[in-house]
């Protein structure tokens, strides 16, 4: 009985007699199929091993006998390894006692526990079952790699490198490819490697490129895909308006605008860039003794004027360059009109008529249900009309038809609007006679002398009278003038002996406190009001003058 105890306890003390006999190995090590895995190992054997015969180390699947299966790696020549491996799992030299395993091109029957086996001659043959390999080959996820030169700068070569990660020297042949808008156009043979050089452009700012990896002879493939970030300077500048509390921004097609004064107006700049550039706003032309208005992309002018007209300029700036554009604003308004002005002359009735708008206002004249407008003239009246930027200006000259109902009026207009100014001619004046001047002219000679002592009769008497009136109070008029006015001289016919160009003498005029003859300016307005426009019932206004004599 005592061989049977001592059995255990001898066969116990043989394991524990052999402490050279250590393997370190990772026991757990997972891979990708279709990639390669190292797993580090060493060993350490007895000083009995070192002797003349040559050392062998193997690497075995697990349940397998090594006396007659074939191991899945072998450092020995002379023994055959399995189909399914051969090739792929690679011992390292194991004279410095070395057993770490390359495998290539994993599998997913690969997947499995694995021990490693040594042998020298006949006397050491050993298997390290106690600590063995657990391999997991799981599914291919891993995308390749694509390294940038950035920045990418717009007509500046790069080159785009592809590889991929776990990929291993000995395995199959892996083929790559390039696709996307911005290596469509390279050569064929420059899509076949695995770098690709190219010379970015706007254009492929935002665009995809992929690098595409095959396996030669395999199913297997992967990709990745990136988006290119390429930087470049302003271009495209454009300019978008939009008027009153409009929040949408339509693009301009020229670089003028005409806007009608009073609006509210905002003006946006856009520039195509990356990244985006820093843009403002400039009255006039940067460098050009320039006022900057705007830091931002958006202008606003609240209530838009005369004094608004001119060059606005928008500057893009960007490390890689600058751009600019300019915009052209006029303003445009409905006429303005000042007068008419009337005044009797020798040869008839003068008046003047004068209006501001933009465009530039058409003036016209309307006597009784005639309408004279341009210019022209005939025996009975002259008509002139000259226009300079914003102002037109007309005269109108009556020699004959003058009569004590006549009805006079101005007008102007153009696109935006409308006014005009009537002046009423009132009865209870007397208009110059026919044959008035003709008169003058023949007895000028004659008339001279007495007219003189006319002249001095009358101021000896006007004297004396306001020296009677002194104590009088004084009548004011609080009557508020208008535009338009006509100023009458004393229409009596003038003496022969005055010349055609000279006012008649002043006739003695009423005292203080007298009633005065009173006469009227009627001025019609319509259409658009410029500036501020107010709401009315009617689209014309009168307004009434008093209008004194010259001699008054």
Known sequence: MVPLLLLPLLWGGSLQQHPGYELRVQESVTVQEGLCVHVPCSFYPWNSWYSSSEL???WYRNGDKTNHDDPVASSNPDKEVKTET??????????TNNCSLDIRDAKRSDSGRYFFRVERGKSVRFNYQKKMLDLQVTALTEKPHIQIREP?????PTELACSLPGACEGGLPLTFSWEGATVDLLDPQTLSSSVLTFTPSPRDHGTNVTCQVKWEGSWWTTQRTIQLNVSYAPGNLTIGVSFRNDTAFKNLQNTSLSILEGEALRLLCEADSNPPAKLSW???????????????AILELPRVGPAQEGEFTCQARHPLGFQRVSLSLSVVYPPQLLGPSCSWEDQGLHCSCSSRAQPAPSLRWRLGAGLLEGNHSNASQVVTSISEGPWTNSSLSLHEGLSRDLR??????????????????????????????????????AMALLSLCFCLIFFCIVKARRRQAAGRPKVT??????????????????????????APPAEKGPLSGEPQEVYYANLTFEGLKPREPRDQEATSTHEYSEIKHAGQ
């Open 86 to 95: 051969q090739g792929r799992f690679l011992l390292a030299d194991p004279t």
């Open 282 to 296: 400039f009255r006039r032309s940067p460098g050009l003794n320039a006022t900057l208005l705007s830091s931002t």
């Open 408 to 445: 006079l009026s101005c007008e102007a207009r153009n696109v935006h609007g409308a006014q005009s100014a009537s002046v009423l001619l009132l009865p209870g004046k007397a208009m110059p006679q026919a044959g008035a001047v003709p008169a003058a002219l023949g007895g000028a000679g």
């Open 56 to 58: 062998y180390t193997y």
């Open 152 to 156: 990418l700068e717009s007509g500046h």
């Open 477 to 502: 008029n609080d009557e508020e003038p208008v535009m338009g006015t006509v100023t009458w001289g004393s229409q009596k016919n003038l003496p022969p002996d005055a010349p055609p160009d000279q």
